[in-house]
């Protein structure tokens, strides 16, 4: 039978008020179901127990309140990481991460199932995109992550698992407003990163949110031959194009922005490309997250030595461009970047 009732997940706060105003409720009772379901963890309108009995009549004949399942997950023995299996309504599957630091727990979630752009070295686009993640459903997975560690507050969130959430544009940023919103997970708009291949369109988008939400780009080459061997986007999303709207972006927001680049023995990791990224990241404001690849046995690419890390960096730290090597984390469970669904089938 389809079901017709509409996750409550998929609502922002503004349009549940609408909702429920139309449905002649108060519209304040929108921000105690908010309260319920992302500070309460409520699972169900039964469990919203401070609510009157007509109204939760109202809302369960109206919405549902879908909850994820956890197919899988794995803990690892090096750091802690979780990486986690959600099972989706229509039976796809999509993965989240939980990266725990000493004061911070960070979830990483994706915004789509599989991925449309086929970067060369992540294990995530290697099917292609399915589809498009609903609100609810990037919500769920911070949710059950939340449930799984006993309420733990989630302090930070990064989107940047399978997906492009810049092509998902509206999902996820209402997804992100839930999380921000003082009556949802309450959680700071600078702790919240989104991470784009370089969509062009979805940035020029992003250049209006009102929201300090940080943004985060992925490199990976600095020079057109480069980036487009690695990340097909570039074809069409070249790197000039994209790095007039980073620059546009820094200066019309104030903002710096965050490149990651993945460093590849033989591909992108000698003296010659830090000197070309040092170029093209000149003068403007941001940093570098320089990653050494995870060897993932579906590609055959390795990380350059610890020596020669360090000596891109030197290159790029030369020419004033800030840069930190982002630690390693759960390798042990293949949660590390671009190794989300690599193993897994339901
Ligand atoms: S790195 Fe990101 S954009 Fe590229 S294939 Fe993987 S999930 Fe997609």
Redesign the pocket.
Known sequence: MPQTKKDLKDFSLDELNSRLKSLRVEPYRAKQVFEWMYQKGAKNFGEMTDLPLPLRHILSDKFRVLTSEIIKRQISKLDGTRKYLFRLDDNEAVEAVLIPAKGRQTVCLSSQVG?A???KF?A??LLGIKRDLRCGEILEQALGISRDIKGARITNVVMMG???PLANYDNVMKAISVMNSPYGFGIGARKITVST?GYIPGIKRFMDEKAQIELSV?LHGATDETRSYL?PINKKYTLSELMKVCREYVREKDRIITFEYVLIKGVNASREDATALSKLLKGLPGKVNLIPFNPVSSFNFMPPSGKEVKEFQDILKNHDVNSTIRAQRGADIDAAC?QLRLRETI
């Open positions: 991925c752009y086929g970067c992540c995530s686009g399978t997906g492009e291949a992925s990340m671009g």
